[in-house]
């Protein structure tokens, strides 16, 4: 709610939640991290034990990872103590706490598998990929360019040649996927209507003649910087017609964002006519996407359609999809950022081009600022919606000193 009145401060319980919960993962994995010799002498399985560990490293290193990529320096605490003297420790510089950070992924690297045959944890390839993100947010490019290196080098993850297949609420796995976290309506982990986290909210996001309320909803600028089937932005393209503007785009475009005119979950989107066609009562009906019939109708007439299905609607408004953390597409970007920062175009070009043709857009062969351009540009199409952009446009700001919807899309915005 602070989020969206602007009001968001140090008290707000977005923040002091964040906050409380990183610090008590941080607690529960520095106890098994200084104790664990003690299991062993008592006769817990070393091997099991050393995978657990793995797991705690893992988790210590993500949770200063949000903490510190979030608030700047924070209390660095890896051993017991007591809360008066949690009260007493101060802010310590992020500087060191990234060394803690990558030495914690490095822990786990050497400890966790590639792969488990039932529940699924963190990983090596998890490991590696959540250090390379990371390390580009604190612009250690060369520690990002090597970890994303090495988990591309293991040989166990590769893209999925149908991109909306990814987010389907059937999906489960896929080889694409690095990190994500398991849902099931046996285990009451669900993507629920009544998640508070718009983010984790099965409704929220649906139309309202679906049952949503579109929130949150596309926005025009993003609409408008997905490039045509010929690479080329929309302005330049002679294959965009605005009058039809989803025709000889990216794939990506209508797969993110509901075409107008297309049938979704039976019912026709167009937010422009009052009335339109609905299977459920196979005829048309007053549209309550529409401005003119419903005030709080999607204030950009756009509506999302990434992760979005007729599944939703089964089950109570409940899915159990996997919550995507890392997929592969996002282990070949940092790459690639990664590689044009120190100077490596060629590879840069070629992890770029990787995630391009699988949505059968021309390899980009530009170089220098248009380069890192460019592959700025396919991390907010590739992945939009996935929780990166705020992490990217942080890590961007101030590059060249203009603001960042200067630096990618000119002085206009």
Request: glycine share 8%.
């Amino acid at each position: 709610g602070d989020v969206y009145k602007r009001q968001l401060n140090g008290q707000s319980d977005d923040v002091t939640k964040f906050w409380t919960l990183q610090y008590k993962l941080i607690s529960r994995m520095n106890s098994v991290i200084n104790k664990y010799p003690e299991a062993i002498a008592n006769g817990a399985s070393e091997a099991t034990v050393e995978q657990i560990l793995g797991q705690c490293y893992f988790n210590r290193a993500c949770a200063y990872g949000k903490l510190a990529s979030h608030m700047g320096d924070v209390p660095l605490v890896t051993e017991a103590i007591d809360i008066d003297e949690a009260l007493k420790r101060g802010r310590t510089p992020v500087s060191e706490i990234k060394e803690l950070i990558y030495s914690d992924f490095d822990n786990a690297v050497q400890r966790l598998p590639e792969s488990y045959a039932g529940i699924q944890y963190a990983t090596k390839g998890a490991a590696l990929g959540m250090k390379a993100r990371y390390a580009l947010f604190f612009k250690d490019y060369k520690i990002a360019a090597e970890a994303a290196k090495d988990c591309m080098d293991l040989g166990v993850y590769k893209l999925n040649p149908d991109f909306g297949h990814l987010f389907a609420t059937t999906t489960k796995s896929d080889p694409e996927f690095v990190f994500v976290l398991q849902r099931s309506f046996t285990l009451g982990n669900s993507k629920d209507w009544t998640a508070h986290e718009y983010i984790d909210n099965s409704q929220a996001s649906l139309p309202r003649m679906v049952g949503g309320w579109v929130t949150p909803a596309p926005s025009w600028d993003l609409l408008a910087m997905f490039t045509c089937t010929d690479g080329k932005a929309i302005d330049k393209s002679p294959l965009f017609d605005p009058h039809k503007p989803f025709d000889n785009r990216d794939p990506r475009c209508s797969e993110t964002i509901i075409p107008f005119g297309e049938k979704f979950m039976g019912v026709v989107w167009d937010p422009s006519k009052k009335k339109v066609w609905t299977d459920e009562y196979n005829r048309e009906i007053k549209n309550s996407d529409c401005l003119l019939n419903e005030q709080y109708a999607s204030y950009t007439g756009l509506a999302l359609k990434k992760g979005m299905d007729e599944g939703m609607l089964a089950n109570g408004n409940k899915a159990d999809p996997a919550h995507i953390i890392l997929r592969y597409a996002d282990v070949l970007l940092m790459y690639a950022e990664a590689c044009q920062a120190t100077g490596d175009e060629g590879n840069a070009r070629t992890a770029l081009n990787r995630v391009r043709t699988r949505v059968n857009l021309p390899d980009v062969t530009s170089s220098g600022n248009a380069l890192r351009d460019a592959i700025r540009l396919e991390r907010r199409l590739e992945l939009a919606f996935e929780q990166c952009r705020l992490y990217d446009i942080r890590r961007w700001k101030g590059d060249s000193g203009k603001s960042v919807m200067a630096e990618l899309f000119g002085p206009d915005g």
